[in-house]
């Protein structure tokens, strides 16, 4: 069974940084691509971030600069450095992996960004 697990989330202040992470357990094979998404209440999940198996990094225009993703070589880490933050980052954030095997989810994390 495959299960992401995310942790790293919390409270933080404006401007200051967080490292979200998650980890894959279980077996997956021929990763495609690993994200990052978020969602507030009564809105839709949005991407955040994207790191493709061919190492390419996509990221929500409202990000750029200050979130960065990383995994590491296993393909069973894959972290969201955020710096910067800002009350609009205030969410829940959830890991996604989408694979040859299927696609997953994490339970979510949440972040809430207050002075």
């Known amino acids: 069974q495959v299960q992401l697990v995310e942790s790293g989330g919390g409270l933080v202040e404006p401007g200051g940084s967080l490292l979200l992470s998650c980890v894959v357990s279980g077996r997956i094979f021929s990763v495609s691509t690993m994200a990052w998404y978020r969602q507030t209440p009564g809105s839709q999940r949005e991407l955040v971030a994207e790191l493709t198996y061919g190492g390419s990094r996509n990221y929500a225009e409202s990000v750029k600069g200050r979130l960065a993703i990383s995994s590491d070589n296993t393909k069973k880490v894959v972290g969201l450095h955020m710096t910067r933050v800002t009350p609009q980052d205030t969410a829940v954030y959830f890991c996604?992996?989408?694979?040859?095997?299927?696609?997953?989810w994490g339970q979510g994390i949440r972040v809430t960004v207050t002075s």
């Open positions: 996604d992996v989408r694979a040859g095997s299927g696609a997953y």
